[in-house]
């Protein structure tokens, strides 16, 4: 059974980069998916933060991170890549990448069907 893993929170100071990775597994190829990430700060609600459509021909991001973070798909096999830079104490959350194979809606939670467990990213000020 496939599924999502991620790697590379942490806690960083404002100001600071981190680039969050998230491989697939059980067989399933990123490159077949529209790939997403989405974050959850601490009594909020699921946020989209950015999506890479199939092939990467589409990519979208929020406002709040919009110059300031890059979705990629890598060089290293079923992996994509959320680098965020100039990070700031707002951008503390759970980030999770999700896979969807048919989607309407890139930013919309619930046309992903594949999610990975969540990494904590914590930015100080």
């Known amino acids: 059974q496939g599924q999502l893993v991620h790697s590379g929170g942490g806690v960083v100071q404002a100001g600071s980069s981190l680039r969050l990775s998230c491989a697939a597994s059980?067989?399933?190829?990123?490159?077949?998916?529209?790939m997403g990430w989405f974050r959850q700060a601490p009594g909020k609600e699921l946020d989209f933060v950015a999506a890479?459509?199939?092939?990467?021909?589409?990519?979208y991001y929020s406002d709040s991170v919009k110059g300031r973070f890059a979705i990629s798909r890598g060089n290293a096999p079923n992996t994509v890549y959320l680098q965020m830079n100039s990070l700031k104490p707002e951008d503390t959350a759970v980030y999770y990448c999700?896979?969807?194979?048919?989607?309407?809606?890139?930013?919309?939670?619930?046309?992903?069907?594949?999610w990975g467990q969540g990494t904590q990213v914590t930015v100080s000020s």
């Open positions: 059980g067989g399933h190829a990123v490159s077949n998916y529209h």
């Open positions: 999700a896979a969807a194979s048919m989607i309407d809606d890139m930013t919309r939670e619930d046309e992903y069907e594949y």
């Open positions: 890479n459509s199939w092939k990467g021909g589409n990519i």
